[in-house]
């Protein structure tokens, strides 16, 4: 089955780009999300990329998708403290709603 | 923005009894979820639910878990005789298609503790 891996920390200062890593095994997958968690919290979708796409953006939020090497990248420009979270990577490929990634927690140093 | 509501946000229970965690999909979507998040591990897939059956399960949810579209609104995970392992956060989820094209919904989770 699907398989998808992150990174487990990334330390980034105020103001700094983040790029948070994703690769996953199932080239069937359709779309690819980015999900969100802050403490106690729920998954707050952030955005997601069709498979057909190589880039997306929306405002502050870059995604990459390399299908070749089945990797997915978050670029979060300007980062503020109120994005240190949690960020997951989840794939679908249609066949079995989603899997998860480990989840990256960053972290945004003032 | 439509939500999903999870109830109640925490729940204790001892072990050996039943629980049901309850949730409101969004009222348009056709297709419900439950993912588990233990803590400090990936959030898994529990199962899915469609015109009123279950459309897919994984090797996690096994006899003692059921779920249940009750009327028109609420979707429920049953857990008949909790066990010290199934404490964890439960996320339910709601799209309106099987392969969304604005992703899926997610609610604030359940937290279970089984003492």
């Known amino acids: 089955g699907e398989d998808v891996e992150q990174s487990l920390f990334l330390s980034v200062r105020e103001g700094d780009s983040s790029v948070i890593n994703c690769t996953y095994t199932d080239s069937s997958s359709t779309y690819l999300y980015w999900y969100k968690q802050e403490p106690g919290a729920g998954l707050q979708l952030l955005t997601y990329?069709?498979?057909?796409?190589d880039m997306k953006q929306d405002q502050r939020l870059t995604v990459l998708l390399n299908k070749k090497d089945k990797h997915l990248s978050l670029r979060i420009a300007d980062t503020q403290t109120g994005d240190s979270a949690i960020y997951f990577c989840?794939?679908?490929?249609?066949?079995?709603?989603?899997?998860f990634g480990s989840g990256t927690r960053l972290q945004v140093q003032p | 923005e439509p939500e999903v509501t999870q109830t109640p946000s925490h729940q204790v229970t001892q072990m050996g009894q039943e629980v049901i965690l309850r949730c409101v999909p969004i009222s348009n979507h056709l297709y419900f979820y439950w993912y588990r998040q233990i803590l400090g591990q990936k959030v898994e897939f529990l199962v899915s639910?469609?015109?009123?059956?279950?459309?897919?399960k994984s090797e996690i949810f096994d006899d003692q878990f059921s779920v249940e579209r009750p009327d028109g609104s609420n979707f429920t995970l049953k857990i008949r005789s909790t066990k010290l392992e199934d404490s964890a956060m439960y996320f339910c989820?709601?799209?309106?298609?099987?392969?969304?094209?604005?992703?899926?919904?997610f609610g604030s989770g359940t937290r279970l503790t089984v003492v």
């Open positions: 989840a794939a679908d490929t249609g066949r079995r709603a989603l899997t």
């Open positions: 990329i069709f498979s057909n796409m």
């Open positions: 989820a709601s799209s309106e298609s099987k392969v969304p094209n604005y992703g899926y919904t």
């Open positions: 639910f469609y015109n009123n059956e279950i459309s897919e």
